[in-house]
């Protein structure tokens, strides 16, 4: 056994939605830094060669390119995978990652007493409904291309466990008041329904589902929040963009090969207390 190739992902092709986000660009240079030819996905196509050109760059062995595509749109992920198809022949690992908060942050971040039913919607929309419209269709062609592969789901801390409301006292993104939407975890919590049976449904086909579930990621907070959010965490901080993309190339290589239906919690020990 050749451990040093456990986690070499030369000769597949990584799918990543929400590719040019505030984790997915780290994804997505991550798996090109293991080998893998990446899709970055998302709605923008500047956003999507940005980091395209980023890889590009870096000098990686991989070929990267950008495709615009609405999650929620089952035509718009169908004809996604055909391009992805057409290009490199295979889709071998998906990283299920596009989110949202929606257009109206005030909505978004709204009690759980007053949340608007349209704001709700326009959530799950991305979240829950993308998430199982583009594992439907790449699974699809995982089956059809017999070569089994690896879909890995973004969770959140939050569809584990519920939110320490003590973590919003004062606390501000972008200049609005947050809190942790009920939307937020509710969505989340689904997306670990989802894994599990995805895992059981397609294992014999040889495709594993896993889920990534990260703690908090600086993006916008502001000082209150980071403050309040480390005090809840046993290493006292929160994290950075880029501790999350290790535990990515572990789910979607060999070093993984007999594990799927888990979740890989990255928080810095904020859920063992």
Not at 174 to 187: Q, W
Not at 246 to 255: C, E, K, N, Q
Request: charged share 20%.
């Amino acid at each position: 056994m050749d451990y040093g190739k456990l986690f070499s992902l030369e000769g597949r092709t990584a799918i990543v939605t929400g590719g040019a986000g505030i984790l997915g660009r780290h994804f997505c240079r991550a798996l090109a830094a293991f080998g893998a030819n990446v899709v970055v996905c998302d709605r923008e196509q500047k956003a999507c060669d940005d980091v395209v050109q980023t890889i590009g760059q870096e000098q990686r062995s991989g070929k990267a390119i950008g495709i615009t595509c609405d999650v929620a749109d089952p035509g718009s992920v169908d004809a996604m995978v055909a391009t992805v198809l057409a290009r490199f022949g295979s889709c071998d690992i998906l990283l299920n990652n596009a989110a949202t908060k929606g257009a109206d942050l005030k909505a978004f971040f709204a009690s759980a007493e007053d949340y608007g039913l349209d704001a709700w919607r326009e959530v799950m929309r991305v979240n829950l409904d993308g998430m199982f419209i583009v594992a439907r269709a790449v699974g699809k062609a995982m089956i059809a291309g017999r070569r089994g592969g690896s879909i890995i789901q973004t969770s959140s801390i939050y569809g584990v466990v519920g939110a320490d409301q003590r973590i919003y006292e004062g606390s501000e993104y972008m200049g609005v008041r947050i809190s942790n939407p009920i939307v937020y975890s509710a969505s989340k919590s689904a997306v670990l329904g989802l894994t599990r049976h995805l895992a059981t449904a397609w294992a014999p086909h040889g495709i594993r589902v896993n889920t990534l579930v990260p703690g908090g990621v600086g993006s916008g907070q502001n000082d209150r929040f980071a403050a309040n959010y480390s005090a809840r965490v046993p290493l006292g901080r929160m994290a950075r963009a880029e501790e999350m993309p290790g535990a990515v190339i572990y789910l979607a290589s060999d070093a993984s090969s007999y594990v799927t239906g888990q979740c890989l919690i990255v928080d810095g020990g904020l859920t063992t207390w």
